[in-house]
Nanobody, 121 residues
Framework: QVQLVESGGGLVQAGGSLRLSCAASGSIFSVNAMGWYRQAPGKQRELVAHIASGGTTNYADSVKGRFTISRDNAENTVYLQMNSLKPEDTAVYYC???????????????WGKGTLVTVSP
């Protein structure tokens, strides 16, 4: 069993900052890519930021220069630092992690339950 626990969401005014965390625990042999997605009301879930096991990152155009993804491999944790937040960033943010369990041959995708970020004008 693998659990992903997200934290750090909340209500913030436009221009403010928040830092999201997502910690993976349980039956983990290794962790591959980690990422953050978001889903706004009435919209499809979209990729926000992605970080490979080696540290290579990529971002959605809408957040480039404002958001920074990072990871702590020792703690199996991924972070999303969000600065200069805009009302259009309002969404439920989900982390996704590729994890290989002990004895498994392949990585599987695991999702967190989501954390709500609300940015007021």
């Amino acid at each position: 069993q693998v659990q992903l626990v997200e934290s750090g969401g909340g209500l913030v005014q436009a221009g403010g900052s928040l830092r999201l965390s997502c910690a993976a625990s349980g039956s983990i042999f290794s962790v591959n890519a980690m990422g953050w997605y978001r889903q706004a009301p009435g919209k499809q879930r979209e990729l926000v930021a992605h970080i490979a096991s080696g540290g290579t990152t990529n971002y959605a155009d809408s957040v480039k220069g404002r958001f920074t993804i990072s990871r702590d491999n020792a703690e199996n944790t991924v972070y999303l630092q969000m600065n200069s937040l805009k009302p259009e960033d309002t969404a439920v943010y989900y982390c996704k992690t590729q994890i290989r369990a002990p004895g498994a041959m392949t990585f599987m995708d695991y999702w967190g339950k989501g954390t709500l970020v609300t940015v007021s004008p």
